[in-house]
């Protein structure tokens, strides 16, 4: 059974930063492009990032950019961000998600973590 | 980045089919076929429904479709069923990124 599990979320004050992570079982992530997608309390879906299966290709959200850095590793089956300057519109569920092709993109995301809560506030 | 534009609510009966729209520009939905659709529970993650526009992930009812005409996909669930009651969300390709629609709500009267 594949299963993307994330952890890391928390309380943070604004400017501060954490580290989420995504653990994979059940299927080689190394075969797949990586993303991570936010869920604001009782809003839609924003995407964050995502990572070639390589790491050869990085892009993230404008909101994002200069603050997030999306990262993996292959060998322990496994997707991190690392959130740096945190504001309080990065209030959100973080879910990991797996692209459904393997080997290269097709912006469809099959596999989906359960998600984890982070909360920017003083 | 803008959201795709999609209706806030729809609704219909059991046995019914709907219709959810999802509107982008020739940079995304009109530009390229990596349109998708996903369906979110209350507490729970997105789930894949569509992809590429009108491709249904193996374990998914063929009661859902997918399609696109110019700037506009389009989702269509027929034969409702209770269970179908949630959010749905569409999702395109722009530009080396990915954006998505602001999701719309389906009651099942």
């Known amino acids: 059974e594949v299963q993307l599990v994330e952890s890391g979320g928390g309380l943070v004050k604004p400017g501060g930063s954490l580290r989420l992570s995504c653990a994979a079982s059940g299927f080689t992530l190394s075969k797949y492009s990586m993303n991570w997608v936010r869920q604001a309390p009782g809003k839609g879906l924003a995407w964050v990032s995502s990572i070639s299966t390589t790491s050869s290709y990085i892009y993230y959200a404008d909101s994002v950019k200069g603050r997030f850095i999306i990262s993996r590793d292959n060998a322990k089956n496994s997707l991190f961000l690392h959130m740096n300057s945190l504001r309080a519109e990065d209030t959100a569920v973080y879910y990991c998600?797996?692209?459904?092709?393997?080997?290269?993109?097709?912006?469809?995301?099959?596999?989906w973590g359960q998600g984890t809560p982070v909360t920017v506030s003083s | 980045q803008s959201a795709l534009t999609q209706p806030a609510s729809v609704s219909g009966s059991p046995g019914q089919s709907i219709t959810i729209s999802c509107t982008g520009t020739s940079s995304d939905v009109g530009g390229y076929n990596w349109v998708s659709w996903y369906q979110q529970h209350p507490g729970k993650a997105p789930k894949l429904i569509i992809y590429e526009v009108s491709n249904r992930p193996s374990g998914v009812s063929n009661r859902f479709s997918g399609s696109k005409s110019g700037n506009t996909a389009s989702l269509t669930i027929s034969g409702l069923q209770a269970e179908d009651e949630a959010d749905y969300y569409c999702?395109?390709?722009?530009?080396?990124?990915?954006?998505f629609g602001g999701g719309t709500k389906l009651t099942v009267l």
């Open positions: 999702s395109s390709y722009r530009s080396s990124t990915l954006v």
């Open positions: 998600a797996s692209d459904y092709c393997s080997g290269g993109a097709c912006y469809s995301f099959v596999y």
